[in-house]
């Protein structure tokens, strides 16, 4: 029985140790789940404290900022206000600058200068008055308080009054010394270098303004006139000619007005004779001194093409080609269509593509000259202009075995000389739809169809790709009107026009 009791109380014991650790586990369980929300609740409590701290500094950081952009508002305020009071400033000075400078503002001026050195030796008489008291007040305590010296001897104080007055007539000496003496002539000097004194920041004023605005306009005059030089030089494509036409003097030009000019086409051999004076002064252009080289004469528009009456025939033209990128696929466009044109061509771009400028001939059209390098010719000599004739000689007679029949100045600007000098027929224009500015195939169209008239002369660029494109517009629109192409020569001779050498051509009604 004692086992058995002795067994059970082990079992009791036992089992009570295991209560016991549940109990403890379960504890145990609870205080770490406890820990875990609290650590958990502290996690949550510092992100809501971080958050809004975030917002806190997000806020200030807003503040901060508004308040660095009020001092730059208020900084900005201030300088305008700066500027405006300088503006004032100057204002002010130069209203008082031109009211000094009158005759008045001059009495006002002498006046001032008279009252302020009436005011100056006043002041230093002054000045002297009280140095003078200032002197005399030791002095005569000297000679007070002397003779209740017992100690001194006979006679002293006499001695000591000598040397005093002695000292004052040395002081005012040097004093008098001191003050210069003035005269009316230092006066009206003075006077003189105040008011200058006085002037001399409103005259500065007045010249800086002036400065400026002379670098002003000297520096958009410069700016205009290489501008102008630049594109005169490097923009053959972006500046074509612009020659308005003249509808008052195409008449006179257009029309033969005397007798012995319609025989000049019949007569070639004649031409020459007008460069080939020798006893006429050269060209006030010409800088060389000499007489102009002659050049060959031109071929002449003898033949008459077949144009029935009331037809209305035009001329299109072709400036600044060839381009070998652009041309040939133009040359098949008039191919296809059965058109003929003109083309004024660059010598440079000429002898770039000479295979297109022979094209140009095979296929049946004119091409002229249009100058070697797109220079404005009235800005060159006579010399310099005729030299540039003769290369196109030379360049034309190498690619096409001729002379080019006339000349297209460039930008359309001619004088006196220039028409002297290239000894040509000068062929404008008198209609131009600008397709160097606007690359728009469908505006360049609608331009040369709505500008179009009996005998006018097309002026166009094959250097253009939109241009190119526009051609099968233009022939159709205007065919379709009872147009009918034809070159400039044909032109003119179809109008019965002799080309004269130097004479200008607009159109050819």
């Not at 008489?125 to 009280?130: F, L, Q, V």
């Not at 006893?279 to 003898?302: D, F, S, Y």
């Not at 001939?361 to 002229?368: F, L, P």
């Amino acid at each position: 029985m004692s086992k058995k009791k002795k067994k059970v109380a082990n079992l009791a014991k036992q089992n009570a140790k295991k209560s016991m650790n549940r109990n403890d586990r379960q504890k145990q369980k609870r205080a770490e789940q406890k820990s875990v929300e609290g650590n958990n609740n502290q996690k949550r409590t510092s992100e809501k404290g971080g958050q809004r701290r975030g917002l806190v500094q997000g806020a200030e950081k807003q503040n901060d900022q508004r308040s660095v952009e009020n001092k730059d508002k208020k900084n900005e305020k201030v300088v305008k206000n700066d500027q405006r009071s300088v503006v004032l400033i100057t204002v002010e000075n130069l209203a008082e600058a031109k009211r000094l400078t009158s005759k008045e503002g001059e009495k006002e001026v002498q006046e001032a200068v008279s009252v302020s050195l009436e005011e100056d030796l006043a002041e230093e008489r002054r000045k002297t008055a009280e140095k003078e008291k200032e002197l005399e007040k030791p002095v005569e305590e000297e000679l007070t308080t002397e003779p209740l010296r017992e100690e001194a001897p006979v006679g002293s104080t006499e001695e000591k009054k000598a040397e005093a007055a002695e000292g004052i007539l040395v002081e005012e000496d040097a004093l008098e010394e001191e003050i210069p003496e003035v005269g009316v002539e230092d006066l009206q000097d003075e006077g003189g270098s105040k008011r200058r004194h006085k002037l001399f920041p409103v005259v500065w004023w007045v010249l800086g303004a002036l400065v400026l605005v002379a670098a002003i306009g000297g520096g958009f005059w410069a700016t205009r006139y290489f501008t102008e030089k630049a594109n005169e030089s490097g923009g053959v494509a972006e500046n074509p000619e612009e020659k308005p036409e003249e509808p008052e003097e195409k008449p006179e030009e257009n029309e033969p007005s005397e007798p012995s000019e319609p025989e000049e086409p019949e007569k070639p051999a004649e031409e020459p004779p007008a460069e080939e004076k020798p006893a006429e002064p050269p060209v006030e252009n010409n800088t060389t001194g000499g007489e102009l080289e002659p050049i060959a004469p031109r071929p002449g528009n003898t033949e008459h093409p077949e144009v029935v009456p009331g037809e209305k025939i035009i001329a299109l033209t072709f400036d600044d080609g060839p381009s070998a990128a652009t041309t040939p696929r133009l040359l098949d466009i008039l191919a296809g269509r059965g058109v003929k044109a003109t083309f004024f061509v660059l010598g440079n771009m000429a002898e770039r593509a000479p295979g297109v400028v022979q094209r140009e001939a095979a296929d049946g059209h004119e091409v002229a000259s249009h100058t070697p390098y797109h220079d404005n010719l009235v800005l060159l000599s006579a010399a310099q202009v005729r030299a540039q004739a003769l290369e196109m000689d030379r360049i034309f007679t190498n690619i096409l075995g001729t002379v080019p029949p006339f000349t297209r100045p460039p930008y359309g600007e001619v004088n006196g000389s220039v028409r002297e000098a290239l000894g040509q027929p000068l062929i404008m224009w008198s209609i131009d739809p600008k397709d160097w500015q606007d690359r728009n195939a469908a505006i360049v169209c609608s331009r040369v169809v709505g500008a179009a008239f009996d005998g006018a002369i097309i002026l166009v660029h094959d250097i253009h790709a939109t241009t190119v494109d526009a051609v099968p517009c233009i022939i159709d629109n205007l065919r379709s009107q009872g147009y009918e192409f034809l070159t400039v020569s044909e032109l003119a001779a179809a109008r019965d026009v002799p080309l004269v050498n130097g004479q200008l051509y607009y159109s050819f009604k």
